[in-house]
């Protein structure tokens, strides 16, 4: 019984690990990718953004422009105080 047991072990994951090493190549991200990834990009060389039919197509560079001059209301303390908590149960 423990030699069916340690055989049926061995080969699941002998064919897990060759499943792995077959369908890795196809998973991996190709090295050209990989580095333009880790390479900062301006943005004004980046693509429009469509952000859908209320504000239309916006180019980064205002993205940015806007988030600079509009930056988000840091949470107040009051504000995170008065948030209900709530526990699981019936």
């Known amino acids: 019984m423990k030699k ?5 072990w061995a080969a699941a994951l002998g064919t897990t690990l060759g499943l792995c090493a077959i369908l890795f190549p196809y998973a991996a991200v190709p090295a050209a990718t990989l580095s333009k990834a880790k390479t900062p990009q301006p943005m004004e060389s980046m693509a429009d953004l469509d952000l ?5 197509t916006v ?3 205002d993205l940015v422009g806007y988030y600079i001059e509009n930056p988000p209301a840091p949470k107040s303390a ?8 709530r526990f699981g149960g019936c």
Request: charged share 20%; aromatic share 10%; net charge negative.
């Open 52 to 56: 859908g039919k209320d504000y239309g």
């Open 4 to 8: 069916d047991i340690l055989v049926f």
């Open 78 to 85: 009051s504000a995170q105080a008065e948030a209900p908590h």
């Open 59 to 61: 180019s980064v560079t």
